[in-house]
């Protein structure tokens, strides 16, 4: 597997334009832009790569050159490239936004009852905490059958 990107080839440590390479994704670019799929695309430039590849190097912004890789495509390209992916993403409903999830709050905190025998006398709850606790959990209902 190589990391160097289709297009250019590394000799004495720096990296240059492979013509042929280059020549493929020069094809590729102007076939998409002209209207192919991805797959029409890259057969006819000769790149036999899955579609996730070929749109992984329509993105690839080391092809407008940096300090490292010479330029093979203009940013013209490169944008008008993106721009028709988002368009034929959007037209077959492949690009959605997140849904916003409503927040959960989880009840995390108890309260103890302060004087339990004033509430004793009113609701008949039990009244050390700990009696307390065992009747509130005896108020859940078991989901295990």
């Known amino acids: 597997m190589s990391h160097v990107p289709l297009g250019y080839r590394i000799e004495n440590g720096k990296a240059i334009i492979d013509e042929k390479s280059a020549e493929q994704i020069k094809t590729l670019f102007q076939s998409y832009l002209s209207g192919d799929s991805l ?4 057969r006819k430039a000769g790149i036999g790569s899955f579609h996730g590849g070929v749109c992984k190097i329509l993105q690839n912004a080391r092809y407008l050159g940096d300090a490292y890789y010479p330029a093979i ?73």
């Open 39 to 42: 797959r029409t695309a890259a």
């Open 73 to 145: 495509i203009d940013s013209d390209t490169l944008a008008a490239a993106e721009a028709e992916r988002i368009k034929r993403a959007t037209r077959l409903g492949r690009i959605r936004e997140p849904e916003e999830k409503a927040e959960i709050i989880f009840p995390t905190a108890f309260r103890f009852l302060e004087n339990p025998e004033c509430v004793d006398e009113q609701a008949d709850l039990p009244t050390s905490p700990f009696q307390q606790a065992e009747y509130v959990y005896s108020l859940i209902e078991s989901e295990v059958s």
